[in-house]
């Protein structure tokens, strides 16, 4: 399977600083890369897919980049409600795997 | 807007099966755009993929869990289910359902959210 690692795995930021986590696939799967954001017992959402596409509906301040095995995801000015856990995934291989998650919180 | 509902019964005794069913609106599970899929969350694996079902009934699994993994699809409802035999501790988990738009995104595009399946 292909491993997907984040990093890190928690992090701790305030309102309106710039955060990136960074996302690792133990082998070249192009750009078929996206990142969810989930709040507890909430629907996961889609935020980013092919890497760096941002999905219908998601504020800008949240952006992809990467190709082949190194993904980063960047939120620009942090807002109150993007506090939560962001996965990536990989769809180049079944089977499909995650990240561990990155948990965001305030400092 | 699409929406999809998890239900099912929240405890299932080891060695057996573990049924649940994924109500969608807002979309039809007869849709060709579209596959219907399972992910689930444990505390030691993180979100695991489980597998998925397109409209004409094609399924694709997850290796680890393929002997003990079935999903049908009932367009009638507008659901799709899933069927997960010989459960254990280690299936405890939160089960989400979610859309998988392979046309445009290669992402799961929508996602319920999550019911909790306990195995004891």
């Known amino acids: 399977d292909t491993q997907m690692t984040q990093s890190p795995s928690s992090l701790s930021a305030s309102i309106r600083d710039r955060v990136t986590i960074t996302c690792r696939a133990s082998?070249?799967?192009?750009?078929?890369l996206s990142w969810y954001q989930h709040k507890p017992g909430k629907a996961p959402k889609l935020l980013i897919y092919?890497?760096?596409t941002l999905e219908s509906g998601v504020p800008s301040r949240f952006s992809g980049n990467g190709s082949e095995t190194h993904f980063t995801l960047t939120i620009s000015s942090l807002q109150p409600e993007d506090f939560a856990t962001y996965y990536c995934?990989?769809?180049?291989?079944?089977?499909?795997?995650f990240g561990q998650g990155t948990s965001l919180d305030i400092k | 807007q699409v929406q999809l509902q998890e239900s099912g019964p929240g405890l299932v005794r080891p060695s057996e099966t573990l049924s649940l069913t994924c109500t969608v609106s807002?979309?039809?599970?007869?849709?060709?755009?579209?596959?219907w899929g399972w992910i689930r969350q444990t505390p030691g694996k993180g979100l695991e993929w489980i597998g998925y079902?397109?409209?004409?009934?094609?399924?694709d699994y997850n290796p680890s869990l393929r002997s003990r993994v079935s999903l049908s699809i009932d367009t009638a409802m507008n659901q799709f289910s899933l069927k997960l035999r010989s459960v254990s501790a280690a299936d405890t988990a939160v089960y989400f359902c979610?859309?998988?738009?392979?046309?445009?995104?290669?992402?799961?595009?929508?996602w319920g959210p999550g019911t909790v399946a306990i195995v004891s």
């Open positions: 995934q990989q769809s180049y291989r079944v089977p499909y795997t």
């Open positions: 082998e070249n799967i192009n750009n078929y």
């Open positions: 092919a890497a760096s």
């Open positions: 807002g979309d039809s599970v007869s849709t060709t755009s579209h596959y």
């Open positions: 079902i397109y409209y004409n009934g094609h399924t």
């Open positions: 979610a859309r998988w738009n392979y046309y445009e995104r290669n992402s799961f595009d929508s």
